[in-house]
């Protein structure tokens, strides 16, 4: 979209355009487009986040100084180290995806590698340079090795290597390690060339208005924290953050994935005017809070809040909530030294079941592994070959039976207190719910030895994210009380796409033919079994695919807080049985341009 008004400016014109007869030239409107990975709108002034790798010098340092250029380097990296440990703690309490743990522990893990920490010395030992060239030469080493690995998710960890580069050489060069404070004033928008997790982290903290980066994809972490926040932001802009000057008034509209630069005051005047649009609609969907959500034929459907810790609680009940549909307890384990025992993680289940005040509580066990590395816990202390497909979330639970029990009987204790149920990660196979409901049995019986009050009725059920558990879904429906889909790693498994790969993000389709064909089956088995059965991925949240989930079948939503309103009012707006014809031919074709046509039509 070319803003109304404004002229399109390429990379040539917009370099030109600053001087004219020796004197600065009046200010260029111009547009950049890229993918909207969060809608809005944002008026802001841009700060540009140093691109430090692109500013590099290379000089010779004297022989006596040599000692003293080591040590600058040691102290750098030291300083990262504590940023990084900083961070970790700053998460507590924060409304992050458990990924941003992992994400953390391999930048750690990164620093510390020897090859990234010792090699640099020597280089500045041998060749006498100072210590930003000497990184930076070991990275580039490094990189070439990561682009020689077939495997891609290895191939991608290159990205991490020069994040992690780029915070070393911030720290050498002077400049600041962490964002900064956002404008009381106006709204500050980040401009990068890209932004690392712990760049996101306090992008999180400090409330922008919104962000634009060269890089990055629809499912990138930087992504997920925009739509989590509701904050607008354009990615893959490739060159946003060669063309924009800091302190530039800046218009972000994640809807139709364009940023205005410079806009003229008309330009200006009509996005102040849909911006307060978008502001009056989200006052009025907050009225819809106690509203039940039926459709117009009646159809009751029932939406759930994803949480990762107990202060999201309040996030939840504010929205509307009829429950937690997704409490991700991974995130006790992931955000703080050494492991929580079975007191902490009760008293952690105890006051979100007594939060909820007897709605359901849908506790999923922890769903760690592989690249989720957590210090303390035996195996995870290395990088898998491939860990999409290692030991992880219930595989890892039953490798590790001690750790197992004790977040049961924590799970099972809280159950006395409200409507807990309980939900197992990743499960493939009859074997492992068999062994899932036998390490729930021992927790149970040693806790009546014990005395302990809990709920002897606690229902249990099982993630639906393997192609495999759809294909075998009765083995799960004869055996569990409840199913729910989880889509985002769904999707991945079915389409062989990693999710965080930005290389390959755009393949991430939850519109694939045969992701829907999967979805549908799922639901159809379970409504015939009477098997409750709900969606608790990102496709939850998407107002885009509410009535094509309702067409399906679905009733049963659990997605984040702040995404509640939005799919009340599209529930409380739609006909499902008209839908039904319309739903059966996009579960019918395999042409993905019919199924995009269906979809636009259902929306209508």
């Known amino acids: ?62 022989s006596d100084k040599v000692p003293g250029e080591i040590a600058r380097f040691e102290t750098a990296v030291a300083e990262v180290q504590r940023e990084i440990e900083a961070l970790h703690g700053a998460m507590r309490g924060e409304d992050l995806p458990g990924e941003f743990g992992a994400f953390l ?35 580039n080493v490094l990189v070439e090795q990561f682009d020689e690995i077939e495997d891609t998710y290895l191939r991608e960890r290159r990205h991490d290597v020069v994040q992690v580069v780029e915070r070393v050489l911030k720290r050498l060069m002077g400049k600041p390690g962490s964002l900064p404070p956002a404008s009381a004033e106006e709204q500050t928008i980040l401009v990068a060339h890209d932004l690392s997790p712990a760049d996101v982290i306090q992008f999180k903290s400090h409330r922008y208005g919104a962000f634009l980066t060269d890089l990055g994809g629809v499912t ?86 994803n949480i990762e810790l107990p202060d999201d609680l309040e996030a939840a009940v504010e929205a509307g909530a009829n429950g937690v549909g997704l409490f991700r307890s991974e995130f006790l384990f992931l955000n703080r030294p050494g492991l929580p025992g079975e007191d902490e993680q009760f008293e952690a289940y105890r006051r979100v079941a007594e939060g909820m005040d007897g709605k359901p509580v849908v506790i999923r066990t922890f769903d760690l592994g592989a690249d989720k590395t957590k210090e303390g816990l035996d ?35 809280a159950s006395h207190y409200g409507k807990v149920r309980i939900l197992i990660p990743m499960l493939a196979s009859a074997s492992e719910i068999d062994q899932s409901l036998a390490a729930i049995a021992l927790a149970r019986e040693t806790l009546r030895e014990q005395g302990i009050p809990f709920d002897p009725n606690v229902p249990v059920g099982g993630m639906i994210e393997i192609p495999a558990a759809v294909l075998a879904i009765g083995a799960f429906l004869a055996r569990l009380d409840f199913l729910s889909i989880g889509t985002n790693d769904l999707i991945q498994y079915t389409l062989a796409v990693d999710r965080a790969d930005e290389a390959v993000s755009h393949l991430y389709d939850p519109l694939h033919p045969a992701v829907i064909k999967l979805i549908a ?84």
């Open 379 to 413: 195996g995870l202390a290395r990088v898998a070959p491939n860990p999409a497909l290692g030991l992880r979330a219930v595989r890892f639970c039953l490798a590790e039976p001690r750790l197992f029990q004790t977040q049961l009987r924590a799970i099972l204790r």
């Open 521 to 604: 089956s799922a639901i159809v088995a379970a409504r015939k079994t009477r098997v409750p059965i709900a969606v608790c991925g990102e496709m939850a949240g998407d107002v885009r695919l509410t009535r094509l989930l309702l067409g399906m079948g679905l009733t049963e939503f659990s997605m984040h807080p702040t995404h509640i309103p939005a799919v009340k009012q599209r529930v409380l707006t739609t006909d499902v049985e008209n839908l039904r014809p319309i739903v059966a031919r996009m579960r019918r074709t395999d042409d993905p341009a019919r199924v995009a046509v269906l979809l636009d039509r259902i929306n209508a």
């Open 220 to 305: 990138s972490h930087t992504a997920i924290v925009a739509r989590s926040l509701n904050v607008p932001a354009v990615v893959a802009t490739h060159n946003a953050r060669s063309l924009i000057r800091d302190g530039e008034l800046l218009i972000v509209d994640g809807d139709h994935n364009v940023v205005i630069v410079n806009p003229d005051k008309a330009i200006l005047a009509e996005y102040r005017l849909k911006q307060s649009e978008l502001d009056l609609e989200r006052q009025k969907l907050k009225r819809l809070r106690l509203k039940p959500a039926e459709t117009i034929d009646g159809v009751r459907a029932e939406l759930y809040a």
């Open 105 to 139: 522990d391999v930048h750690w893990m990164i620093l510390n590698d020897p090859t990234l920490s010792d090699t640099p010395r020597r280089i500045i030992a041998e060749q006498r340079c100072n210590a930003e060239w000497a990184i930076t030469q070991q990275m």
């Open 1 to 62: 979209m070319t803003p109304p008004g404004g002229a399109r400016a390429t990379p040539a014109r917009v370099a030109d355009a600053g001087r004219r007869a020796g004197r600065e030239a009046p200010p260029v409107t111009f547009a950049l487009h890229g993918v909207g990975v969060s809608g809005g709108i944002a008026i802001g002034r841009a700060h540009l986040v140093s691109h430090a790798i692109l500013e590099v010098a290379h000089y010779t340092v004297e």
